[in-house]
Nanobody, 120 residues
Framework: VQLQASGGGLVQAGESLRLSCAAS????????MGWYRQAPGKQRELAAT???????TYVNSVKGRFSISRDNAKNTVYLQMNSLKPEDTAVYYC???????????????WGQGTLVTVSS
């Protein structure tokens, strides 16, 4: 299974970006999808997740500014990032918990990472 992320870039503080990540390959069902991020010199942290039913969670620092959504038919997850701050600068990695058959255990897949840089 491959996860292809896109949408990163360089923006100024207060601007917006939208990240996308599509999962493809031998997929029976994608359960949780999400975005982690890793800022320079820091550990990777969970930014947002969404279940197949649409339930969402966010790290406190992005609540009210970021919105995660998904298209189950396309196995694609999106992260709309508004009011970006310099501290949002990080490499953003998409994540998917999936199964490849009805009898399969849940597996974890990761995207290659996309860099978001927010200048002040």
């Amino acid at each position: 299974v491959q996860l292809q992320a896109s949408g990163g870039g360089l923006v100024q503080a207060g601007e917006s970006l939208r990240l996308s990540c599509a999962a493809s390959g031998s997929i029976f069902k994608v359960n949780v999808m999400g975005w982690y991020r890793q800022a320079p010199g820091k550990q990777r942290e969970l930014a947002a997740t969404i279940t197949s039913g649409g339930s969402t969670t966010y790290v406190n620092s992005v609540k009210g500014r970021f919105s995660i959504s998904r298209d189950n038919a396309k196995n694609t997850v999106y992260l709309q990032m508004n009011s970006l701050k310099p501290e949002d600068t990080a490499v953003y990695y998409c994540y998917a918990a999936y199964t490849s058959s009805s009898l399969d255990l849940t597996r974890a897949g990761w995207g290659q990472g996309t860099l978001v840089t927010v200048s002040s």
